[in-house]
């Protein structure tokens, strides 16, 4: 007979089949099974039930504990929402007013519309972004001395209320105040009140203060350095017949400074400098083996003028004249006068191109006319302000003392204001006259 072991309700294992009932406490398997249909008794005794297994007391205490914590965590979490809510057990969170969200500009436009059909009515817009300025374009602060071009003019204000007090005639004037400003700027090269003075005259196109205005840019005399700016007011002077001018930028080209290198037009600048007499020029041509040509020059003048050939004086003085040379005009000037064809408003015309150009021989001309008229009296303060400006601009000494000597012999013509009111007229220049005046 096969044993068929169970468990009683106290926990006693026996065999039920040896023993109705459990033999320690009398428990007996029919008092706790439910009753049950007579096939399920029928079939009870053919296979034994299997025992339960023993139940592991660590697993218990562990679901226990495991248990003991869920319910721990659900009412911490409990009490978080309860606390965050701010109301009581059992109320619930209040849900936050949201603002309903609105379809995109799109989505309007487009709604009820036929896919791959675009809207009719507002053009499409593309969102545009803020144009950031570009680092490379921001202008720089410009640091050093200004550009000459940017300089403000400076009127020598003084001056030109002296000059009309003195009766002065307009292109005297203007040339008195030329030369003062070309004298205090090549006097003090690195004030720019100077280059100041200069900048109307630069203006009105006067050919001395162009080039004077080219020196400085050139070497940077108080104003900025620019050798581009340089070669263009050095130009527009040669361009007059400015003898220095043409000098200055021929050495510009022959070093390509502010632009290209032209060895041919350098050239041609040092003839034209040359035929008027510069013996820089000579010798520059030399230096690129190429002599003066055989145009006629300021010394074949010479001889003609002082012999009063004027029939030899016109085609030469000419020819020097149509290449804007100031010995041609001046030569034409005492043609106008003692020629043939005698004219004194073109003699005065020849003189003025002349002296527009610093020729000392013809502003010792102007001053000879004026105290010499074809009619009326002579004029002496015109007189001796064209004979200072010649003093000025002759360079040998003993020239320049003999017209010093010229202007005493006539100082007594002028009173005590006149000579007071001349030197305020060349203020800054030391002028011939007489001392305390």
């Not at 606390?83 to 969200?101: I, K, M, Q, V």
């Not at 002599?291 to 009063?308: I, K, M, S, Y």
Request: aromatic share 6%.
């Amino acid at each position: 007979m096969t044993s068929r072991f169970i468990r009683c309700i106290n926990g006693h294992v026996f065999d039920a089949n040896a023993h109705g009932a459990c033999p320690t406490c009398g428990w007996s398997e029919k008092e706790a099974a439910p009753a049950s249909s007579p096939e399920e008794e029928s079939g009870r005794g053919k296979q034994a039930t299997p025992l339960p297994p023993e139940p592991n007391p660590t697993r218990r205490l562990l679901v226990l504990a495991a248990a003991s914590a869920g319910v721990a965590l659900a009412g911490a979490g409990t009490y978080a929402v309860l606390s965050r809510c701010g109301g009581p057990l059992g109320t619930a969170c209040p849900t936050p007013d949201l603002p309903e969200p609105k379809p995109e500009p799109r989505q309007q436009a487009t709604a009820g519309l036929e896919p791959g059909s675009e809207p009719k009515g507002e053009p499409k817009s593309e969102p545009k972004s803020e144009a950031q300025p570009d680092p490379k374009s921001e202008p720089k602060a410009e640091t050093g001395p200004p550009r000459f071009a940017d300089l403000e003019p400076l009127e020598q204000s003084e001056q030109l209320a002296v000059a009309r007090a003195l009766g002065l005639s307009p292109f005297l004037t203007q040339m008195v105040l030329v030369v003062r400003a070309i004298h205090l700027s090549r006097a003090n090269p690195r004030d720019l009140a100077a280059k100041r003075y200069l900048v109307p005259f630069v203006k009105a196109n006067q050919p001395l203060a162009l080039s004077e205005a080219g020196s400085a840019v050139h070497y940077g005399n108080a104003v900025r350095q620019d050798d581009a700016a340089a070669r263009d007011y050095l130009k527009r002077a040669a361009d007059f017949g400015v003898v220095s001018a043409r000098v200055e930028l021929a050495e510009m080209l022959l070093a390509g400074q502010g632009g290209p290198r032209d060895e041919k037009a350098a050239g041609d600048l040092l003839v034209l400098a040359a035929r008027a007499g510069s013996e820089h020029a000579l010798n520059l041509l030399s230096t690129i083996g190429r002599g003066r040509g055989t145009e006629p020059t300021a010394t074949d003048l010479e001889g003609p003028v002082n012999q009063r050939n004027w029939s030899q004086v016109k085609p030469i003085a000419t020819n020097l004249a149509d290449a804007q040379i100031a010995q041609g005009y001046n030569a034409m000037g005492l043609w106008s006068r003692f020629g043939p064809n005698r004219s004194a408003a073109e003699e005065t015309q020849w003189y003025r191109k002349a002296v527009a150009l610093g020729l000392s021989i013809s502003m010792r001309n102007m001053a000879w006319d004026e105290t010499h008229p074809s009619s009326g009296a002579a004029n002496f303060v015109e007189a001796i302000a064209w004979r200072q400006l010649e003093r000025l601009y002759v360079v040998p000494r003993g020239s320049a003392n003999a017209i010093g000597l010229a202007i005493w012999e006539q100082s007594g013509f002028l009173d005590r204001t006149q000579w007071s009111k001349l030197r305020t007229l060349f203020a800054g220049i030391d002028i011939a006259g007489p001392r305390g005046a």
